[in-house]
């Protein structure tokens, strides 16, 4: 055999030899928490870190194993770095968490500010803030063994957890109650309606005669005015829910002004109906 035919055998064994060798060469595979796959050769590994080098390259990389969900070794064995993060874990992450525990919840009431409706469409929000205070501020005064938030503090907490007034029906009130750390909740609600329109007329007429010294009519003068005046009355009535932290409905009751009046006041039916709640003490 000549030599020629030796060395192109021979590179063709050297050849067929290094792509074995390749192919024999098993890879280790890393999964990474942001979804990245690694594929090469764990060199080393510690406590903290390994390190690591891509297939085809000499370079080593350092990894860290609080970035990594598992690794595939290349002998099969699947070995688990981190647990990805459970539902649970990720709703602790949310905007709406417990202010207290259970404990703290005890005997404690917030007012929510009321929802105020004229001819049932939504009215001034300063009237609903307005109600909530006089809420607060006559049953604070009758109140024996619990504590009431007032109200500065009970809608900071509900802004900073991202309720509003337009959102706050997608909340529980086992939600609403664990945002404000209370046990009670007080939502209530004003109804303004238009009632009779009162008028009154008044007229109011003079006359005056002129005589001479003879005593004689020498003129006569007449004048008049009209005064008129219309007031519009208003029906006002009030509804009020106290709930508990375990989404129960304790008290639920409306009342309507006895009479009506023109400044649509509901001071009467509000005070009505916390005179008669559980949670007024005289």
Known sequence: MNRPLLFILAVLFSINAFAQTLTSEKTDVILKLNGDEMKGRITKINDTELTFIYNGETLEYTVKKS???????????VEIINQPPLPSDIRAKDQIVMKGSPTDHHNRIAVLPFHFLIENQPGAEEVGLSAQQDAYGFLSQHSAGYTLLDTRTTNALLAKAGVT???????TINEICNILGVEYVIDGTIKQNRSSQTSYTSDNANTNVKR?????????????????????????SVSLSIYTDTNANIYSQSHRAFFTNTDGGYSNPLQYLLKRSPLYRK
């Open 67 to 77: 970035d990594i969900l598992k690794i595939i070794h290349s002998s099969g064995r």
């Open 165 to 171: 007034k337009d959102n706050i029906t997608g909340f």
């Open 212 to 236: 001479n010294g003879d005593d004689k009519v020498t003129g006569v003068r007449s004048s008049g005015s009209t005064f008129s005046n219309a007031q519009q009355r208003y029906d006002v």
